[in-house]
T-cell receptor, first 118, second 119 residues
Framework: GAVVSQHPSRVICKSGTSVKIECRSL??????MFWYRQFPKKSLMLMAT?????????EQGVEKDKFLINHASLTLSTLTVTSAHPEDSSFYIC??????????????FGEGSWLTVV | AQTVTQSQPEMSVQEAETVTLSCTYD???????LFWYKQPPSRQMILVIR??????QNATENRFSVNFQKAAKSFSLKISDSQLGDAAMYFC????????????????FGKGTKLSVKP
């Protein structure tokens, strides 16, 4: 089946620095990728939709300048947490929508990234 | 706006027994997709099963099957012959078949049901 890879799986950064998380679709081209945040024992909260070649669409309440999303190619989207603060510590998950076909319209998830800001 | 409700925060099942997880949703659309995802302690989201709303036949994947009741907007997951490896959080999710602006039909999740399997 379709595979989505996310890197790094765990990252610790100092408060005030920036950290980048990558999301790659390994065996299909994804024009659309999604970035979620999951708080402990909670469901996934959509942060933004990443569209290849255009600006990301952010959900209400998500700071665009803090969570920079770049979808530079059909297989890569990146999420950069700028000027990170301890409250940004969380589990971030990306997903990508498979193109039409047997897996069409199915969304596959990356392994997730644990971000800890100290 | 669409919503997904999972009314069972936690469920428990004996190994080899059958368990059903409930999910209801609200939508005004007629065409959409429904999914069950499993999230084990590793946090990896794993697709368990999917259902297209236009299909009347309930989806089945090995030990996993759904009871899709479109009129009632219900989409329950049945796990047969439960195994220890089935223990995880299970999320029901909805996706529109239409694209709205830039969202491109993202998944809308329920709050999840934590399934425990007793040996």
């Amino acid at each position: 089946g379709a595979v989505v890879s996310q890197h790094p799986s765990r990252v610790i950064c100092k408060s005030g620095t920036s950290v980048k998380i990558e999301c790659r679709s390994l065996d299909f081209q994804a024009t659309t990728m999604f970035w979620y945040r999951q708080f402990p024992k909670k469901s996934l909260m959509l942060m933004a939709t990443s569209n290849e070649g255009s600006k990301a669409t952010y959900e209400q309440g998500v700071e665009k300048d803090k969570f920079l999303i770049n979808h530079a190619s059909l297989t890569l989207s990146t999420l950069t947490v700028t000027s990170a603060h301890p409250e940004d510590s969380s589990f971030y998950i990306c997903s990508a929508r498979a193109p039409r076909g047997p897996s069409g319209n199915t969304i596959y998830f990356g392994e997730g990234s644990w971000l800890t800001v100290v | 706006a669409q919503t997904v409700t999972q009314s069972q925060p936690e469920m428990s099942v004996q190994e080899a027994e059958t368990v059903t997880l409930s999910c209801t949703y609200d939508t005004s659309e007629s065409d959409y997709y429904l999914f069950w995802y499993k999230q084990p302690p590793s946090r990896q989201m794993i697709l368990v099963i999917r259902q297209e709303a236009y299909k009347q036949q309930n989806a089945t994947e090995n030990r996993f099957s759904v009871n899709f009741q479109k009129a009632a907007k219900s989409f329950s997951l049945k796990i047969s012959d439960s195994q220890l490896g089935d223990a995880a959080m299970y999320f029901c999710a909805y996706r529109s078949s239409m694209n709205y602006g830039g969202s491109q039909g993202n998944l809308i999740f329920g709050k999840g049901t934590k399934l425990s399997v007793k040996p």
